[in-house]
């Protein structure tokens, strides 16, 4: 058996081999003191069971690099660990017993991150992205960039919010919002179906013509009785017709169903 030699070599760009279906990586050594690099082929990538990443290339931030056995197995060499030191600002927001999984891309701003704390599973994409499960706070938030806001908790109840200024919020039974406007959709009922019924529009517009008409015609009547002018009828009811128009023009629009 031949002796088995452990390197550090430079991470480079990955491509998946065809045939063997195994992510294989370009390697490459330092060498002398200017930056200058020789190449050392390429090399199978072996990572945890269920976790796969893809080394980010080197740039002007840093690169990549890998603990490569030679031989290992049967390859000429294989990278059996790796670290990128551009990811290094994740282990800043860790404590102990913390684990995180996270993207290594060299711009933090697009990475993102899967932090498992005490009590608290956070995923970040960015700075300005999150979703949180805080089981100390008894909370469960979701913030986007954009500004919008959603949040379960024992302190506020089910709150959403929105970058405009518009909110709801769901606690103790009650249901508060605020905002600008509202429209609403389609048809709304209020109530259950045993709630009692306060305005059916159609049918109360037909109540309400209904209404007009016994009135004018008693009017009528009394008119005849009172002053002998056939068709005039008592100031009070036309006044009352005249209010009606603009009532009865606006409930069609109007929910059809309280309590």
């Known amino acids: 058996m031949s002796d088995t030699d452990f390197d ?15 992510l ?10 200017d930056g200058d690099s020789e190449p050392k082929g ?10 796969t990443a893809i080394p980010n290339p080197p740039d002007d931030k840093g690169h990549a690099e890998g603990v490569v056995m030679m031989p290992c197995g049967p390859y000429v060499s294989g990278i059996v660990g790796g670290v990128d030191t551009r990811c290094a600002e994740v282990v800043g927001k860790m404590t102990k017993g913390d684990t995180c999984l996270h993207g290594t891309h060299s711009d933090p701003d697009v990475r993102a991150r899967v932090f498992c704390k005490e009590n608290l599973l956070a995923v970040l ?4 992205t999150a979703i949180v499960v ?24 089910i709150y959403m919010g929105e970058s405009g200024g518009a909110w709801m919020q769901l606690k103790d039974g009650k249901i508060t ?3 600008s406007g509202l429209t609403l959709a389609g048809a709304v009922n209020i109530g259950d179906a045993t709630a009692m019924p306060v305005a059916h529009s159609v049918p109360l517009i037909t ?39 603009a009532v009865k023009a606006m409930l069609p629009t109007i929910f059809t169903k309280a309590s």
Request: hydrophobic residues 45%; proline residues 4%; glycine residues 10%.
């Open 177 to 179: 919002q605020g905002q």
């Open 42 to 51: 390429a090399a199978p990538m072996f990572q945890c069971l269920g976790v």
């Open 24 to 33: 294989t990586v370009k390697l490459s050594q330092e060498v002398g003191l």
């Open 207 to 245: 109540y309400m013509t209904a209404l007009e008409v016994l009135l004018t015609t008693i009017a009528t009547n009394l008119d005849l009785k009172l002053v002998p002018t056939p068709g005039v009828t008592v100031p009070a009811v036309a006044a009352f017709t005249a209010a009606m128009v």
């Open 134 to 157: 805080d089981r100390g706070s008894g909370a469960i938030t979701i913030n986007d960039a954009s500004g919008n806001q959603f949040e379960m908790s024992e302190a506020n109840g």
């Open 8 to 22: 550090i070599c430079t991470m480079g760009e990955a491509t998946l081999n065809a045939q063997t279906n195994v």
């Open 125 to 128: 994409v960015g700075n300005d």
